[in-house]
């Protein structure tokens, strides 16, 4: 049996496991806040020099340390935060796949901020 429609904040009928118009919305305009104030990639290490070292770890490590898929991110085990020996410390790094970094572990730093 399929599960019921929720009701939104905004009054709006949403089915199940869907988001409403507004939520998104809302979600959207807090990333772009976020974005406008967060320095840009290359100025937070993540250069030619980095995207050369992640190849080459992926090389040997392409299988993601949570599920065994494919790995296609090398993460920060500890957030380097600025730091560029934690940055570069590659005893720090995990190979892990998108799906793996995108929600696990984003969840996990932000449950330890």
């Known amino acids: 049996m399929p599960k019921p429609p929720h009701v939104c904040s905004c009054g709006r009928v949403v089915p199940h496991g869907e988001r409403c ?17 967060r320095p840009m990639a290359a100025q937070r290490g993540y250069n030619h020099t980095w995207r ?21 991110v090398v993460d920060h085990i500890i957030p380097h935060k600025g730091d560029d ?18 929600r696990q572990k984003q969840r996990e730093e932000r449950a330890h901020v």
């Open 21 to 37: 118009a507004c939520q998104i919305a809302r979600t959207r305009a807090r990333n772009k806040r976020h974005d406008q104030r």
């Open 52 to 72: 050369k070292a992640r190849l080459e770890f992926l090389k040997y490590f392409p299988v993601c340390a949570r599920c065994g898929s494919p790995a296609t």
């Open 85 to 102: 020996r934690l940055f570069w410390d590659k005893s720090n790094w995990q190979a892990l796949c998108k799906p793996c970094h995108d």
